[in-house]
């Protein structure tokens, strides 16, 4: 039996009242504390959540935030009740995104300010005070759910900057991206979407490839503009931009899939 599963276990709920602690904190964890091991902590308990409350709760949060290009972010350290990231606020941490910002390099920016927040929250607690309590505006409220981030198709369709923050989102090189990872076809062979840059070009129709450079490839969007493709990886092998161009057939007038043209169509 791992940690987890000991705190839904009735023998460690008994050890935790037991324990007669006062306060519990729960640190980026995606544990849902039940209302009886909540209540064994006689002053209360916080959470660190590496996102803005109310509307953002959840899971992923971050990777959410760019994708609905959010210009500011937020940690938020709050009470803990029975639901999922509901309890009154106690301090936020503002964060700036940035248009270079990363899934990865942002998810270490909320953690980062979830960190000043919570050492404020036990600083206070030390010299005899108690956080504040903030009741949240739950007509606000937004939760996103782990399976609500797991589709990595890209729609082409969308605008150019829908597309590059959908890719840099998912983006947390070198390791593995926890939820999605962005992809599309041409002719019915999948390849994955590394890193993206906006550009001022126009294009034609949605994920048309308008033009194959030395440091990228232009696609159209749904907007009538272009993202090059700056990096590529094939299913099975790691592949420099090039090597991609040839192993997929990549040429100027090929179409990539999109919701509407799921196989690379025309190409």
């Not at 995606?30 to 409350?53: K, Y």
């Not at 899934?103 to 050492?119: D, E, I, Q, R, Y």
């Amino acid at each position: 039996m791992n940690e987890i599963e000991r705190l839904r276990s009735p023998g460690e709920l008994e050890r935790l009242e037991s324990e007669e602690y006062d306060w519990l904190f729960s640190v980026n964890s995606t544990l849902i504390l039940s209302r009886e091991v909540l209540d064994t902590a006689r002053r209360g308990a916080l959470n660190m959540h590496p996102g803005r409350l109310p509307d953002y709760a959840g899971l992923h949060t971050h990777q959410w935030a760019i994708r609905n290009d959010e210009k500011r972010f937020a940690a938020t350290l709050h009470w803990m009740e029975a639901g999922v990231d509901t309890g009154p606020v106690a301090y936020v941490q503002e964060i700036e995104i940035s248009p270079r910002d990363t899934g990865l390099s942002l998810f270490m920016k909320c953690l980062n300010a979830g960190t000043a927040v919570t050492v404020r929250a036990i600083n206070e607690i030390a010299r005899g005070q108690v956080p504040p309590r903030m009741p949240q505006d739950l007509s606000r409220r937004r939760l996103y759910r782990h399976r609500d981030a797991l589709d990595g198709k890209i729609d082409w369709n969308a605008g150019s900057r829908s597309v590059h923050d959908f890719v840099r989102a998912a983006n947390y090189g070198p390791f593995k991206s926890p939820t999605y990872v962005p992809e599309t076809t041409i002719r019915g062979r999948v390849f994955f979407v590394q890193r993206t840059e906006v550009t001022d070009e126009s294009g034609g129709a949605a994920g048309g490839i308008i033009q194959i450079l030395p440091d990228g490839i232009l696609v159209s969007c749904g907007d009538g503009c272009c993202v090059k493709i700056l990096s590529i990886a094939l299913p099975d092998a790691p592949v420099t931009l090039a090597e991609a161009v040839r192993e997929l057939g990549l040429r100027e007038g090929g179409v990539l899939g999109t919701a509407d043209l799921p196989e690379g169509s025309g190409s």
